[in-house]
């Protein structure tokens, strides 16, 4: 992050300055907003954070509960999530407060005695060299405190207006005029009602959505709903594997998912209670003595129940994650009649089973997605067709968590078959660690893919850069910065802020050689024809649109950054600053190097075009001009 670029300030360089016309309080609701994003959850929150960059953009939340979350609900964070709150400048706060999930370890009936349990396998959580960043356990609550205090310190100042709920949803035919809802303060009959206009209206408000019912989209739902009795629980215990994410099948046919809590001493149980009465509700000491059964021999003292629920959660996906009616059966990108006005994400869009532990992790997926689409259309970078794209993106990944799901449940359930059958159980929890360790990238949330599209390059130059598949995410590792010597995380400059960025792996040519297909690359960005000179309107920074880096094969020892290109040399910025971290250099004495790692040809190089969102839209050869421009030709409207 570029500290003081429009001048120094005393203080948290991460509490920016109010922009232009902001007060220390964002103020009452208006009447008429750009983005209106309701529900103050994982996905409402993550949206509202990367809008509140940009306060030109109007934007408010809306929340019906009184206040912020206090304890309980969700608690894994994935390590592409971890990626993602890096991308706010938040994950070292994350990582630095939660558990990290190191190993799973997986028990079942002993096979010479069906009532005790034991230890039949264990294996590492996240392989190695798959992220830089560990699979966490962080209170919902706790998740939340950083996206709020994110807002308040963005130039916006943004915060959630808590005690209003949705009532109603009006979209009009027209395209130009805005969608009307119609909010009620303090609950059903006991308040005001208040009217907002918005331009766009984000439905982040649960699997029981009102914005989902009041667009006429409809939940698929899939198999049997179970209940699950969860509880975050301060006890004494003599089981060994307190302190590891554990899968517990008991020889009674029950079972337990145990995750450590952040903190060293806290734990939650999900303890599955098979089907109960749709009105039935269970206590948490019946949900207590059936985690006891499971765990036998060993002892449970619980010295304080922090949190309790239980969960009715079943698979489903909602039929269209936008407001906008497919014609003749084609949906969203080519044959919707009008562009999509309002949207719903997370447990508005898909529902699972809390054995996943993917619900809030995908739920920011969903609006991380939509959140760069969102500014990128307002700020009038690209036409408003562009927001077919979320649901043309989500839909899928939605439908692949179901039925990643539906094995993992499905195994889970088969461990369960014939508790007096000590050997089917073996067998059983032999085919859960099995279907674990297959899931692993997918509960990591690396396994998205976006197919090739609008967005999406196809792989017919992947094999210059193996590792970064279009339609992947970027896929990080160390280098040396060039300006300072500093060893960082590539993928560590790439923050929350809409912008494109344009990664170009050295050829094998001396950088300095104006010859070098990297010269030549630096030439034509710099060029009056480029991308770069055609989407960046006159008057903005050179790169507010497109953020060019450039990866040499040279150790950083043997150059110096002043005998770069001019282009990837410091620009002066309004006051006369600079920035530095445009070349990176591999590490030295590693085998480590980056080129390596990624598959990257050292002959010839390699342009990575990595949307906002992180996630690889296309590999290039440096050379690829022609092709660069026609790709974002597709979607970005000409300054």
């Keep these: 992050m570029q500290y003081f670029s429009d001048g120094y300030r005393p203080g948290d360089p991460r509490i920016h300055p109010a922009a232009q016309g902001r007060g220390a309080e964002q103020g009452p609701l208006p009447a008429e907003v750009d983005v209106l994003v309701v529900g103050s959850g994982p996905a409402g929150l993550l949206l509202a954070a990367q809008l509140s960059r940009f306060p030109e953009i109007v934007t408010r939340v809306v929340e019906k509960a009184d206040g912020p979350l206090q304890v309980g609900r969700a608690d894994g964070v994935n390590c592409r999530t971890v990626e993602m709150f890096e991308a706010f400048g938040l994950a070292e706060k994350m990582i630095d407060e939660a558990y990290w999930v190191n190993e799973t370890h997986f028990w079942g009936a002993d096979p010479q005695d069906n009532s005790r349990i034991t230890r039949l396998g264990r294996t590492q959580d996240v392989r190695d060299l798959l992220s830089e960043f560990p699979h966490v356990i962080v209170n919902q609550a706790r998740l939340l405190d950083f996206l709020l205090e994110y807002m308040r310190n963005s130039p916006s100042r943004l915060t959630v207006d808590y005690g209003l709920e949705a009532v109603t949803v009006d979209v009009p035919d027209a395209a130009e005029e805005p969608v009307t809802v119609t909010l009620r303060r303090g609950g059903a009959g006991n308040g005001d009602e208040v009217t907002v206009r918005a331009t766009y209206v984000v439905g982040c408000d649960g699997a029981r959505s009102l914005i989902r019912e009041s667009i006429g989209r409809r939940m698929e739902r899939q198999g049997e709903d179970k209940a699950w009795g969860v509880m975050d629980l301060l006890a004494v215990t003599d089981f060994p594997d307190i302190r590891f994410k554990c899968t517990i099948q008991a020889g009674n046919g029950k079972s337990i998912l145990l995750i450590p809590r952040e903190g060293g001493h806290l734990f939650r149980l999900y303890v599955d209670v098979g089907e109960i009465a749709p009105d039935a509700w269970l206590t948490p000491e019946e949900v207590l003595a059936e985690a006891r059964a499971v765990l036998a021999p060993y002892t449970l003292d619980v010295k304080e129940t922090v949190w309790f629920s239980v969960y009715r959660v079943g698979h489903g996906v909602t039929d269209k994650f936008d407001d906008v009616t497919s014609v003749d059966g084609v949906s ?8 999509p006005r309002v949207f719903i994400a997370g447990d508005a869009c898909h529902t699972h089973t809390a054995k996943a532990g993917q619900g809030m992790n995908v739920s920011m997926a969903d609006t991380y997605n939509l959140g760069w689409k969102l500014v990128a259309v307002l700020r009038g970078r690209s036409p408003a067709s562009l927001l077919h794209t979320y649901d043309h993106e989500r ?23 014939d508790p007096s059958n000590p050997e089917a159980a073996l067998i059983g929890l032999a085919e859960v660690q099995r279907q674990f360790i297959t899931n692993l990238d997918f509960t990591a949330g690396m396994a998205t893919h976006y197919d090739a599209g609008p967005l ?13 598949e279009p339609g992947r995410r970027f896929h990080s590792a160390e280098v040396i910065r060039l300006s300072d010597a500093k060893k960082v995380h590539l993928g560590h400059v790439h923050q929350a802020d809409a912008r494109w960025r344009l990664y170009a792996f050295a050829d094998a040519v001396d950088p300095r050689n104006p010859a070098s297909r990297l010269s030549r690359l630096m030439d034509f960005l710099a060029g009056p024809d480029s991308p770069v000179a055609t989407y960046t309107p006159t008057g903005w920074d050179a790169d507010s649109v497109f953020d060019v880096r450039a990866i040499l094969q040279q150790l950083h020892q043997e150059l110096d950054w002043v005998q770069m290109h001019d282009f990837l040399r410091p620009r002066t910025g309004p006051l006369g600053l600079v920035d530095y971290e445009k070349v990176f250099c591999p590490l030295p004495d590693t085998d480590q190097d980056i080129f390596d790692l990624r598959g990257i040809d050292r002959g010839s190089g390699a342009l990575i075009v990595v949307r906002p969102d992180q996630y690889v839209a296309l590999t290039l050869p440096l050379d690829g001009y022609a092709e660069l421009d026609e790709f974002f030709a597709r979607f970005m409207n000409p300054a």
């Design 332 to 339: 969203g990108v080519d044959g919707a009649a009008r562009t």
């Design 395 to 417: 839909h899928g990944i939605a439908e692949d968590l179901i039925a990643m799901d539906t094995r993992w449940s499905k195994a889970i359930g088969a461990a369960q078959v």
């Design 456 to 468: 999406t390059g196809d792989n017919t130059h992947l094999h210059l850069a193996a590792g970064y």
